[in-house]
């Protein structure tokens, strides 16, 4: 039986993933954590058991997962592309020491752990397009940094101490129900809340720049396919490029304008973000995921769009 702890539970993935985790483990054996309450995640707190983990307190960490008798760690708790490049300290702080702790406590509790990485651990001398599973990764920003070395120390706790680790390289991540928090892909999310508002977005990645990108439930999808996939038949552990779809900002745009005909979209293009976002693969090869795992997305960009336009008009009573 497994008893899951979660951290960042209420961040962009984790609000969604742990409501989920319930439905599949059952209320009880899924702790959400957090550093503080949130009174938009309501539902996330009241709706099983949550506990406030700082994820550099390495002693509070181990506490919960003593307390909870916990045998499984899903480590959401990040800082994110953007953030990270306005507070580089900080990103290494929480991405690492985060890790580190995380990865500790699982070696002496004996739990499994998944942990995202990121397209974000590709940097520019990675090959562009169709970028495969094992390539250059020199990043060029601090939230990489700690994604490359989140892999690498991931694949040594599960080489020097057994610690069953395992992780995906997650693209831009598009979900109605909780914003990102300051990642260069958010424009794809924040295209549809303005589309809906106000009929129009300003985008601040420029046309022409391609980005994997993927609809929140195939992501959560991959995390339990992977955290249940056969351990014989991994080659890979960390981490694992999965993709959905790569697109462009005129690509999405078009998209939206066939349910929104006004819509429109002009650019007010952000010099950080987009030298981040050209930094980055325009598409991955997923195919070793595809193949040790049976990794397999629902959602294309046609199909994301619809079900995004539907359920945000309700969301924000339009
Ligand atoms: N969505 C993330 C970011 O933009 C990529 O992992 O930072």
Redesign the pocket.
Known sequence: MRKILVTGALGQIGSELTLELRKIYGTDNVIASSRRKKEEQKEVIESGPFEIVEVTNAKQMAEVVQKHKVNTIIHLAAL???VGEQKPQQAWDINMNGLYNVLEVAREENCSVFTPS???AFGPSTPKDKTPQDTIQRPGTM?GVTKVAGEVLCDYYFKKFGVDTRGVR?P??ISYATL?GG????YAVHIYYDAIKQGKYTSFIDKGTYMDMMYMPDALNSIVTLMEANPDKLIHRNAFNISAMSFEPEDIAAEIKKHIPEFEMDYDVDPVRQSIAESWPNSLDDSAAREEWGWDPKYDLASMTTDMLEKLKVKLNK
Do not use: Q, V
């Not at 990642?183 to 958010?186: E, F, I, L, M």
């Open positions: 994110l592309s953007a990121s397209i974000a939230y997650f831009g991540l990102p990642g260069t892909t958010d």
